[in-house]
Nanobody, 122 residues
Framework: QVQLVESGGGLVQAGGSLRLSCVAS????????MAWFRHAPGKEREFVAA????????YYSDSVKGRFTISRDNAKNTVYLELSSLTPEDTAVYYC???????????????WGQGTQVTVSS
């Protein structure tokens, strides 16, 4: 059983930055794909970013590419998401996810965190 716990969310002004953290416990392996999704009220849960376990390849949605950066520290069992140039459209609950297969952009990951709220004001 893998447990994921996100932290780092908060209220920020448009144009600001945040760093989200996701700490994994249990039997997580470096081969697992790790991803971030977000879910805003009234919208579908959407893919944000991911890092593969196979080769560390990183993937980003078009909406966050160039603004967000995903990174991974296997020694700390932690994955990070750095958010920059934030806009109100980035307001959502951000979820960390893991799966023991290759990266997917669909929300079909095996393990999910509880989410951390990111609110961006104008």
């Amino acid at each position: 059983q893998v447990q994921l716990v996100e932290s780092g969310g908060g209220l920020v002004q448009a144009g600001g930055s945040l760093r989200l953290s996701c700490v994994a416990s249990g039997h997580i392996f470096s081969s697992y794909a790790m991803a971030w999704f977000r879910h805003a009220p009234g919208k579908e849960r959407e893919f944000v970013a991911a890092v593969s376990g196979a080769d560390g390849s990183k993937y980003y949605s078009d909406s966050v590419k160039g603004r967000f950066t995903i990174s991974r520290d296997n020694a700390k069992n932690t994955v990070y998401l750095e958010l920059s140039s934030l806009t109100p459209e980035d307001t959502a609950v951000y979820y960390c996810a893991a799966r023991d297969r290759f990266v997917m952009t669909a929300p079909i990951y095996t393990y999910w965190g509880q989410g951390t709220q990111v609110t961006v004001s104008s």
